[in-house]
């Protein structure tokens, strides 16, 4: 049975994942908070992904630019001039769209290029018949482009000179610090700089819960090499996407496409770009891009900085112009992936449960303490004072209910292991650990304990 988004959505509510941001104040649209879980989640991803992008390549960097950066890079990036949606209303209702989302809602396996013009988008609506979703009146405006960045203002005046915008992206903090790091850290090619870092855009209907907000955060590497290189590491770059995906974060195979854009549909900087999509509830949308960007972007700060950006190779004494391969992934799109990829409501003999199957890395709880009655309490805090000093991980105590409804409720959280601590404990030194997807119970010696689920955080 396909999952429904309000019923992900209010698991992952009620559970301490996500918030409606400023609920006591009626709530602001399309913006969310993260709880606890949430927070742990999300930080496992990022580590989970600097790991294997950065820490594990000898020959990738970590850098976190600024977010506020000199207007001009905006200017020579094309986003002041190019980074804007195409923007319609309803005469109608006075209801506002995105008119490529709109044609594409109506013909799902249209991928509406970035650079029709106004005109050629009126004639797709035309074309398809497109009515407004609220009122269904086909009563449109002339399209018109919105920019899509956030204006902020320095200094004690809002005039024009001193606007200055919030970045909508974090790869040109990269391009602009690529002589820095290459410098610094004596890079030869090819040789990567990763980042994670919050990025901004004033997105005309932004929604799907968590899957498109005007406030996010982005994974992204630059992979900057020869020009000869980059077809080669396109495919590399690729293949390491659906390693970490199936691998790492257990994503189905069947539940993502990889879509080669066309020449129409490549954006104005790439020369090739896969789309990896994800089967989300409200149907298949990007998850994760791979593009060629070429050397576009160091030749636009080139030219508009005046500074040299070439890379120098000393095997041939000649400066050459890096291309750069680029996969971009926004933190919280795998989050929502994730979760409602390991989300079940597993059929048991006489009852049913919840059950989030987290890969033990990302698992935002990776041991509950219970002892089995309050009267094992004190001993049984003694116990987790101890583990929570040796366990690579969060672990939480909890005594509230039977043991039962506590198995359950870290089940639906995505625990993977339940330690008991019950009367035999005192005298035999032994606790019985649970497992969340197989429910077995094994006998193991405290002294054990750490070790046991260490070992299976470092699988």
Same mark, same amino acid.
């Given at each position: 049975?396909?999952?429904?988004?309000?019923?992900?959505?209010?698991?992952?509510?009620?559970?301490?994942?996500?918030?409606?941001?400023?609920?006591?104040?009626?709530?602001?649209?399309?913006?969310?908070?993260?709880?606890?879980?949430?927070?742990?989640?999300?930080?496992?991803? #990022?580590?989970?992904?600097?790991?294997?992008?950065?820490? +594990?390549?000898?020959?990738?960097?970590?850098?976190?630019?600024?977010?506020?950066?000199?207007?001009?890079?905006?200017?020579?990036?094309?986003?002041?001039? *190019?980074?804007?949606?195409?923007?319609?209303?309803?005469?109608?209702?006075?209801? =506002?769209? =995105?008119? @490529?989302?709109?044609?594409?809602?109506?013909?799902?396996?249209?991928?509406?290029?970035? /650079?029709?013009?106004?005109?050629?988008?009126?004639?797709?609506?035309? #074309?398809?018949?497109?009515?407004?979703?609220?009122?269904?009146? *086909?009563?449109?405006?002339?399209?018109?482009?919105?920019?899509?960045?956030?204006?902020?203002?320095?200094?004690?005046?809002?005039?024009?000179?001193?606007?200055?915008?919030?970045?909508?992206?974090?790869?040109?903090?990269?391009?602009?610090?690529?002589?820095?790091?290459?410098?610094?850290?004596?890079?030869?090619?090819?040789?990567?700089?990763?980042?994670?870092?919050?990025?901004?855009?004033?997105?005309?209907?932004?929604?799907?819960?968590?899957?498109?907000?005007?406030?996010?955060?982005?994974?992204?590497?630059?992979? $900057?090499?020869?020009?000869?290189?980059?077809?080669?590491?396109?495919?590399?770059?690729?293949?390491?996407?659906? @390693?970490?995906?199936?691998?790492?974060?257990?994503?189905?195979?069947?539940?993502?496409?990889?879509?080669?854009?066309?020449?129409?549909?490549?954006? /104005?900087? &790439?020369?090739?770009?896969?789309?990896?999509?994800? *089967?989300?509830?409200?149907?298949?949308?990007?998850?994760?891009?791979?593009?060629? =960007?070429?050397? /576009?972007?160091?030749? #636009?700060?080139?030219?508009? &900085?005046? +500074?040299?950006?070439?890379?120098?190779?000393?095997?041939?004494?000649?400066?050459?112009?890096?291309?750069?391969?680029?996969?971009?992934?926004?933190?919280?799109?795998?989050? !929502?992936?994730?979760?409602?990829?390991?989300?079940?409501? *597993?059929?048991?003999?006489?009852?049913?449960?919840?059950?989030? /199957?987290?890969?033990?890395? %990302?698992?935002?709880?990776?041991?509950?303490?219970?002892?089995?009655?309050?009267?094992?309490?004190?001993?049984?805090?003694?116990?987790?004072?101890?583990?929570?000093?040796?366990?690579?991980?969060?672990?939480?105590?909890?005594?509230?209910? &039977?043991?039962?409804?506590? !198995?359950?409720? +870290?089940?639906?959280?995505?625990?993977?292991?339940?330690?008991?601590?019950? $009367?035999?404990?005192?005298?035999?030194? +032994?606790?019985?650990?649970?497992?969340?997807?197989?429910?077995?119970?094994?006998?193991? @010696?405290?002294?054990?304990?750490?070790?046991?689920?260490?070992?299976? %955080?470092?699988?």
């Amino acid at each position: 049975m396909k999952l429904k988004q309000e019923e992900i959505v209010n698991h992952l509510k009620t559970s301490g994942f996500v918030f409606s941001s400023s609920e006591i104040y009626n709530g602001l649209a399309n913006a969310w908070d993260y709880g606890p879980l949430g927070v742990l989640l999300k930080n496992n991803i #990022k580590q989970l992904w600097n790991e294997y992008f950065v820490v +594990q390549d000898p020959n990738v960097y970590n850098l976190d630019s600024s977010i506020i950066l000199n207007p001009t890079v905006w200017k020579a990036s094309g986003h002041l001039d *190019q980074f804007s949606d195409p923007l319609i209303d309803c005469k109608y209702c006075k209801a =506002r769209f =995105r008119a @490529d989302k709109l044609i594409e809602e109506k013909d799902p396996s249209l991928n509406i290029s970035d /650079h029709l013009t106004n005109q050629e988008y009126q004639e797709l609506l035309k #074309k398809y018949d497109v009515s407004c979703p609220n009122c269904h009146h *086909q009563e449109w405006t002339d399209i018109r482009n919105f920019n899509l960045m956030f204006k902020t203002f320095q200094g004690v005046t809002e005039d024009n000179l001193n606007t200055l915008y919030l970045r909508p992206e974090t790869a040109q903090g990269i391009f602009i610090n690529f002589k820095n790091v290459q410098r610094t850290m004596r890079a030869k090619l090819p040789f990567g700089i990763g980042q994670i870092g919050k990025s901004f855009r004033n997105e005309i209907t932004p929604g799907n819960f968590i899957f498109r907000t005007r406030e996010f955060e982005q994974m992204e590497l630059e992979y $900057f090499c020869e020009p000869k290189q980059a077809d080669l590491i396109m495919d590399m770059m690729l293949n390491k996407v659906k @390693d970490f995906l199936f691998n790492y974060c257990q994503i189905k195979k069947e539940n993502l496409n990889f879509h080669e854009q066309t020449k129409d549909e490549l954006a /104005h900087y &790439s020369n090739r770009t896969v789309d990896v999509q994800y *089967q989300f509830p409200h149907g298949m949308s990007e998850l994760w891009g791979i593009a060629n =960007r070429t050397d /576009h972007d160091l030749n #636009k700060h080139m030219a508009y &900085s005046k +500074q040299d950006l070439s890379y120098l190779d000393q095997t041939t004494n000649q400066k050459i112009i890096p291309y750069v391969i680029e996969p971009s992934v926004g933190v919280e799109r795998l989050l !929502y992936a994730i979760c409602c990829e390991v989300y079940e409501v *597993q059929k048991l003999s006489n009852d049913e449960r919840i059950v989030m /199957h987290f890969p033990i890395l %990302l698992a935002p709880i990776k041991l509950a303490v219970l002892p089995l009655v309050n009267k094992l309490d004190e001993y049984s805090k003694k116990i987790f004072n101890q583990l929570v000093k040796q366990i690579k991980g969060k672990i939480t105590y909890d005594t509230s209910g &039977s043991i039962g409804k506590r !198995y359950r409720r +870290q089940d639906a959280i995505g625990t993977p292991f339940c330690l008991t601590i019950d $009367f035999d404990t005192l005298s035999t030194q +032994q606790v019985t650990i649970r497992e969340r997807d197989s429910m077995l119970q094994v006998k193991i @010696d405290l002294n054990d304990v750490s070790w046991y689920i260490n070992s299976r %955080l470092e699988k």
